[in-house]
């Protein structure tokens, strides 16, 4: 099994439409970050969270919201999507490296949910 | 605002040729910089990376030069495989915290057999 399971892996919908993507980690990180995909722009940073209680915007967070239900759970929500919302979405996890009191930064993300709106 | 800037956008090379792909950043704040290797269907995974206190590090085939003053660092890809073929991503950490990544527009490696 992924250590980072994203749901769904393929969504259609319309303009207009509530969209929920999720994530389950089963790596016990503590840190949860979204990313948008599209070609020639690279991952941009949508939303991250160092625990359950903390949420920070990325460079991207308009139109998009998160919730971080647990520890190992993080979706993002299109509240009303549009068509240029259509990309590739992913989902990271990151240690925090508590025990050596050094973040080590790896990133590790899921396989992706590609996101089509029409 | 790219903070990350990437080239080329794409890549084509002989089996066993040498393959580079260079970035260059901005933020001084920055402190660790991974290379990530996608391939499709996939969500990346990191290949290599180095901190900004050495200017080189390599792994196997993989190597990652790195220039502080100049603010540009590079991967080099030697005896390139066609198994190799993938887009490749530069990155940065940095920010607030330290944990922030910001990646560039990435660079699509095509190996010819």
């Known amino acids: 099994d992924a250590d980072v399971t994203q749901t769904p892996r393929n969504r259609i919908t319309k303009t207009g439409k509530r969209i929920m993507l999720e994530c389950s980690q089963t790596?016990?990180?503590?840190?949860m970050y979204w990313y948008r995909q599209d070609p020639g722009l690279g991952l941009r940073l949508i939303y991250y969270?160092?625990?359950?209680?903390?949420?920070n915007k990325g460079e991207i967070s308009d139109g998009y919201s998160v919730s971080r239900q647990a520890q190992a759970k993080f979706s993002l929500s299109l509240e009303s999507a549009i068509p240029n919302q259509t990309a590739l979405y992913f989902c990271?996890?990151?240690?925090?490296?508590?025990?050596?009191?050094?973040?080590?930064?790896?990133?590790?993300f899921g396989e992706g949910s590609r996101l089509t709106v029409l | 605002q790219q903070q990350v800037k990437q080239s080329p956008q794409s890549l084509i090379v002989q089996k066993g040729g040498i393959s580079i792909i260079n970035c260059a950043y901005e933020?001084?704040?920055?402190?660790?910089f991974p290379w990530y290797q996608q391939f499709p269907g996939k969500g990346p995974a990191l290949l290599i990376a180095?901190?900004?206190?050495?200017s080189e590090k390599k792994e196997g085939r993989f190597t990652i030069s790195f220039n502080k003053s100049a603010k540009q660092f590079s991967l080099h890809i030697m005896d390139s495989q066609p198994g190799d073929s993938a887009t490749y991503f530069c990155?940065?950490?940095?920010?607030?915290?330290?944990?922030?990544?910001?990646f560039g527009a990435g660079t699509r490696l095509f190996v010819k057999a």
């Open positions: 180095i901190r900004p206190d050495v």
């Open positions: 790596k016990g990180h503590d840190r």
């Open positions: 969270s160092f625990d359950v209680k903390d949420i």
């Open positions: 990271a996890t990151s240690d925090t490296g508590l025990r050596t009191r050094q973040p080590t930064g790896e990133l590790f």
């Open positions: 990155a940065a950490r940095g920010g607030v915290g330290g944990f922030k990544t910001i």
């Open positions: 933020n001084t704040a920055f402190d660790y």
